[in-house]
């Protein structure tokens, strides 16, 4: 799945603005007046206009020791009956035109605030930030629709053998890259072998790659080419999985997946700045910190965009500001301001339009091989001495859910009847002197590590979770920062003893992309360096289970044990928000994962 920054959680659509928050010290003493039952409505909400919390334009913003032990404190009500499978939500949609009268405009530039992507490699995209430009700009045999249905993007076609291993995919005829040379099935093998290249580093290959034959082979080195990936003709790719997967082609819309001209990545290292995609827009222009541009593609084979261009400010701004100065199409409305735009009064009322939940889930986590982590007692406790509730409710005025678990309301496979932890500060207590720490005097010191220049100031949210946990339990957590791009080398290097201030976003719509990406013990996406021996047969066992009511129970239950096993502090998922659009923006959905989106929108007058 995708990473995401905290900040991009629940600000779904950043307003770019250099924010002053309120200092720890003033963070720490509100926390004081919140747990003495003071309505703190109002003060939470100038700590809102601070932060400058606009959510909601969609996914694209800017957003122990392995003891195997299951845990020996049960979270209450954290086991329970297994319940009747979630289907996939409708996404919410804009209504088609919403000036009533307005005329079609052809072309057009349509202008957002955007951030700098840590790259524009797709085989090396880890996070939202990069996958945003990656879907617009590059494409793979598969992708996901408007209605999040998985849909053929450059595979015209294709056909499962009777053991469900085999999938034979037929070329888009009229699928070209963005030079105008035709994508054939040479360059789908190419580029899925280059993804698996040890020396192309791409650290999700081995995630979202490995169910094919060969392709494990191919990452350690031990072949040069995957077996699994066969050229039947020009237009014909055969691709053989080492069971039948019932989320395969859901794996084949991320863009580690994604079909690149061997020309093009071979020309030289700056590649990335020219590429030549095959997606429904080009990148026309790049400056770091500036402007990143996409330009339409005439030929793109599903439809050309009927904008001209998409432009993301990525120097940032007053998101408000810009939006009244008719210098951004879309932006996020700070939480205080919320109401005032609302007024029927306000002319800008009639520009708001709602945002659904995105499939998120945001939390601190803890390397279950280092101390004090390598004891789940310590572990649990730390998940009972929050108060998620409360820190929901005011901290965050409802703009979150407290998450009792992994997966995001609404989400297939989710479990309504998962308790997950309640604040019991007893309970916490009790955990860490039963631990083998036995109190604070001989427990390791922490540090948390954060996303974030040197310097910058922690969110109030992220303070008033560390003085909940001094004032619970007496410990104190030292605070390390790091860039975005360096925080997310060394989350994959595992390097961190704790760490926050992130969440992880859908990729596609199956459990398997949150539960067995992040929990299986050879997953390089967990990053808890956590295990269970029992997790992982029935994250084995849900892998080739093709009944979705068997696989959804599976998933049921190993969720249950990872929350029993506490690798992580679950926080919360994203409750939606609103937005403002222009009224001569149409089709601009708000889609709650990160999939090709502009090629949609279109300009009325």
């Known amino acids: 799945s995708f990473l995401i920054t905290s900040s991009s959680n629940h600000n779904q659509c950043s307003t770019g603005e250099k924010q002053n928050l309120i200092p720890p010290a003033d963070a720490a003493a509100l926390l004081q007046l919140c747990l003495k039952g003071i309505n703190m409505k109002p003060i939470f909400a100038l700590l809102s206009l601070l932060l400058m919390m606009a959510v909601a334009c969609s996914s694209d913003s800017t957003t122990d020791q392995r003891d195997g032990s299951n845990a020996t404190t049960v979270p209450q009500g954290s086991i329970a009956p297994a319940s009747t499978p979630t289907p996939t939500p409708q996404v919410t949609a804009r209504p088609s035109d919403r000036s009533g009268s307005g005329k079609f405009v052809d072309g057009g530039s349509f202008l957002q605030l955007g951030s700098d992507p840590p790259t524009l490699d797709p085989h090396l995209t880890t996070d939202v930030h990069s996958a945003v430009y990656a879907v617009e700009i590059y494409g793979g045999l598969m992708t996901i629709n408007k209605e999040l249905a998985i849909v053929g993007d450059l595979a015209e076609t294709w056909d499962v053998s009777p053991d469900g291993k085999t999938t034979t995919f037929r070329l888009n005829p009229n699928a070209k890259f963005h030079n105008g040379r035709t994508v054939t099935a040479n360059d789908v093998r190419w580029s899925l072998e280059r993804a698996t290249d040890p020396q192309t580093e791409a650290f999700n290959a081995s995630v979202f790659l490995n169910d094919i034959i060969g392709a494990e082979q191919k990452l350690n080195g031990a072949s040069t080419e995957i077996a699994g990936v066969q050229v039947i003709n020009d237009r014909t790719v055969t691709i053989t999985t080492d069971a039948p997967k019932a989320y395969f082609l859901s794996k084949l819309t991320y863009p580690v997946s994604f079909v690149l001209d061997q020309a093009n990545v071979e020309s030289g290292k700056n590649w990335i700045f020219e590429p030549n995609g095959t997606g429904p827009f080009k990148l026309a222009e790049y400056n770091p910190g500036e402007l990143l541009r996409l330009q339409r593609f005439d030929d793109y084979h599903l439809g050309p965009a009927m904008v001209d261009e ?45 945002a659904p939940p995105r499939f998120d889930v945001n939390y601190f986590g803890m390397n279950t091989s280092e101390p004090p982590f390598d004891d789940v007692k310590v572990r649990q406790a730390l998940n009972y001495a929050i108060d998620r509730q409360s820190l929901a409710s005011t901290l965050l005025e409802d703009l979150v859910v407290p998450a009792a678990g992994i997966l995001p309301p609404g989400f297939p496979g989710y479990n309504p009847n998962l308790g997950g932890y309640s604040y019991d500060p007893e309970k916490a207590r009790q955990l860490i002197s039963e631990s083998k720490y036995g109190d604070l005097e001989t427990l390791p010191r922490i540090t948390l590590t954060l996303p974030g220049s040197f310097g910058a100031t922690v969110s109030p949210s992220i303070e008033a979770m560390l003085a909940m946990w001094e004032k619970t339990l007496g410990l104190e957590i030292s605070i390390l920062q790091t860039e975005w791009a360096i925080f997310l080398q060394d989350l994959h290097r595992n390097r961190f003893q704790m760490f926050g201030g992130l969440g992880w976003i859908a990729d596609y719509p199956d459990p398997e992309n949150f539960l067995d990406v992040l929990f299986h013990s050879e997953s390089n996406n967990n990053q808890s360096e956590y295990t269970n021996s029992q997790v992982d047969i029935l994250l084995e066992q849900a892998r080739i289970e093709l009944d979705e009511t068997a696989r959804f129970e599976l998933y049921h239950r190993a969720e249950e044990m990872i929350v029993n096993d506490a690798p992580w502090v679950p926080l919360w998922h994203s409750n939606g928000g609103s937005v403002l659009i222009k009224p001569n923006v149409n089709d601009y959905f708000l889609f709650p994962l990160v999939i090709p989106k502009y090629r949609y929108v279109y300009f009325t007058k």
Do not use: Q
Request: aromatic share 4%; no cysteine.
């Open 310 to 354: 998409v432009e993301f400010l990525i120097s940032g701004g007053n998101g408000m500001l810009m939006y009244e100065n008719d210098e951004l199409h879309i932006t996020g409305i700070p939480l205080t301001m919320l109401e005032g735009v609302l007024d029927p009064s306000n002319k800008l009322s009639r520009e708001v339009v709602a």
